[in-house]
């Protein structure tokens, strides 16, 4: 082999290796990037259902607090917990519009009115008394 060959070789040989080290650097922080963007996902979520919770547990308790004194009755928590969530991520979802609003409260009433029905079912098949 002549020096021009080999030379020649050392060359290409360079440029294919700068070549697949730039794809894999590439793919590299393509996936960084898709990891990082996952992550902010899951940490807004978390923050969306601890604002849901923190803020339905204070709407149940002050509605319980106006319930004891007028006599009303009031809905579980788990029904405020529904509405802040679904609420929240339209939100974050830059979905919040008077139609959604609508639907989440007729959604939040649909809830209602199955828990309670359930709950009658299984009074009526356990003998229990209505309170």
């Excluded at 080999?6 to 894999?24: D, F, P, T, Y």
């Excluded at 996952?38 to 319930?67: P, V």
């Excluded at 009755?73 to 974050?92: I, Q």
């Amino acid at each position: 082999m002549d020096i021009a060959t080999i030379a020649s070789s050392v060359v290409l040989s360079a440029c294919v290796a700068g070549v697949v080290s730039l794809i894999n650097g590439a793919w590299q922080r393509k996936s960084e990037r898709t990891i990082e963007a996952e992550r902010r996902t899951a940490e807004t979520r978390a923050k969306i259902r601890e604002m849901a919770l923190t803020l339905a547990m204070k709407e149940w308790e002050l509605h319980q607090n106006i319930s004891k004194t007028k006599g009303y009755t009031v809905s579980g928590p788990e029904v405020y917990v529904f509405r802040y969530f679904r609420m929240l991520n339209l939100m974050e979802e830059d979905k919040f519009t008077i139609e959604n609003l609508r639907q989440t409260q007729y959604d939040s009433m649909r809830a209602i009115a199955a828990i309670q029905a359930e709950i009658e079912r299984y009074r009526e098949q356990n003998g229990l008394p209505t309170p």
